[in-house]
């Protein structure tokens, strides 16, 4: 199984900034690759496929890059409603697995 | 618009079994692969089950395979998830999830809601 690592676990920052959430698979996954958003209660939120790629109606202020083992998604101008759990997953082979989430907090 | 509705989900006992169903609207059901993913209460996503398009290709996670049947019916644009000799470490919301096509290489694009499932005397 291909193992996902995300960090940081948790972050905390302010309004307006920028933040970076890393994850790291355990052989390469070329740029099969998912981001989702998740808001304590509720389902998951697809935001990024293929790496870099922007799900239909998500604001450009997510970014994703990355290819082979080592990707990163980028949050700008933090706000309010982007306070929740991120999550990557690679769907390079089944089973398809997850990293442990961040936690973003502002 | 795309909909997924779970049900079925409830308390159960160890050793019992449970029917999930989801119930899609919004595109065309029989061209998509579907998944169900589960997250246990405070935990990450577990991704727990996978039906091609037409039902011909099927994968499941280690921890629930010979357990759990998944299965679709195009016709009722619904998917399924027969879930027998349930244990307390299978607790959790489950939830469907819709690939962005069908085939291997499609990335989870649409979810539901999820349905929680207890498993507890």
């Known amino acids: 199984d291909i193992q996902m690592t995300q960090s940081p676990s948790s972050l905390s920052a302010s309004l307006g900034d920028r933040v970076t959430i890393t994850c790291r698979a355990s052989?390469?996954?070329?740029?099969?690759l998912a981001w989702f958003q998740q808001k304590p209660g509720k389902a998951p939120k697809s935001l990024i496929y293929a790496a870099s790629s922007l799900q239909s109606g998500v604001p450009s202020k997510f970014s994703g890059s990355g290819s082979g083992t080592d990707f990163t998604l980028t949050i700008s101008s933090l706000q309010p409603e982007d306070s929740a759990t991120y999550y990557c997953q690679q769907y390079n082979s089944y089973p398809r697995t997850f990293g442990g989430g961040t936690k973003v907090e502002i | 618009e795309v909909q997924l509705v779970e049900s079925g989900g409830g308390l159960v006992q160890p050793g019992g079994s449970l029917r999930l169903s989801c119930a899609a609207s919004g595109f065309t059901f029989s061209s998509y692969s579907m998944n169900w993913v589960r997250q246990a209460p405070g935990k990450g996503l577990e991704w727990v089950s996978y039906?091609?398009?037409?039902?011909?290709?099927?994968y499941y996670a280690d921890s629930v395979k010979g357990r759990f049947t998944i299965s679709r019916d195009n016709a009722k644009n619904s998917l399924y998830l027969q879930m027998n000799s349930l244990r307390a470490e299978d607790t959790a919301v489950y939830y469907c999830a819709r690939d962005g096509g069908n085939g291997y290489y499609y990335e989870f694009c649409d979810w539901g809601q999820g349905t929680l499932v207890t498993v507890s005397s």
């Open positions: 039906i091609s398009s037409g039902s011909s290709t099927l």
């Open positions: 052989q390469g996954i070329s740029n099969y």
